[in-house]
């Protein structure tokens, strides 16, 4: 529940999100889920050549079980709220 | 996922978006499918008709026609949404036939295991212990370059 509370809160971000088969693609954060599941907008990979199929996707829904990282701009991040956050979570859950 | 209300659509992480749209879907097996989207559910579970799987090998793609798939949600990588006024693919791949493909792809795959092959015996000589064995690294390193020529020729 806590990482999409937060991801909730990074709507609209630039992020880097890299899946499991090594894929890399950096897009804005459209929306997210309970189950991690992940929409881009203006999506570009980052390897763009290793990729040819992916020339023309400009949005996408990538399936939370997938992801390996979520790269986000180090000011993006509250670390100290994140923190509090986790130990009231460890706490009452 | 839960089932949006007409606006919600466009907020939503809900496949509901991209209904009636076709779209690249990327399976865990690296499979390339495309198609639209007639139907999906909570687990990414998706119904696609005039389906098709893109082989890229290279340069060279083709288009395999599949018909009416129900993809199983855990093998579904990604789903993207094809921006119709852009080229699908970059402009010097060429379109060729199933069977031309099926070539390509078998030499690709003999390609990768000659060289998963060939790194296996290059990892085999160990220059350390050939260090110990030689006594000295300069003919061991020699040793180990004389026997990489002979894997490959």
Known sequence: MLFFLYFKDLVGQEVTVELKNDLAIRGTLHSV??????KLEN????????????????NCF???SVVRYVQLPPDGVDVDLLHDAARREARGG | MSWAAPDDIFFSTSLAAYLDKKLLVLLRDGRKLMGLLRSFDQFANAVIEEAYERVIVGDLYCDI????????????VLIGELDVEKEELPAQMVQVSEAEIKKAQKAE?????LKGLMRKRMEFLDLDKLAILFEDREVAELYKVIMCVCVCV
């Open chain 1, 33 to 38: 889920d309970q189950y991690l599941n992940i």
């Open chain 1, 43 to 58: 999506t570009r990979v980052v390897d763009q050549d290793k990729y040819p199929h992916m020339l023309s996707v400009r």
């Open chain 1, 62 to 64: 990538i399936r939370g």
């Open chain 2, 65 to 76: 026609p599949l018909g009416l798939y129900i993809i199983r949600g855990e093998n579904v």
């Open chain 2, 109 to 113: 795959k003999e390609e990768m295991l």
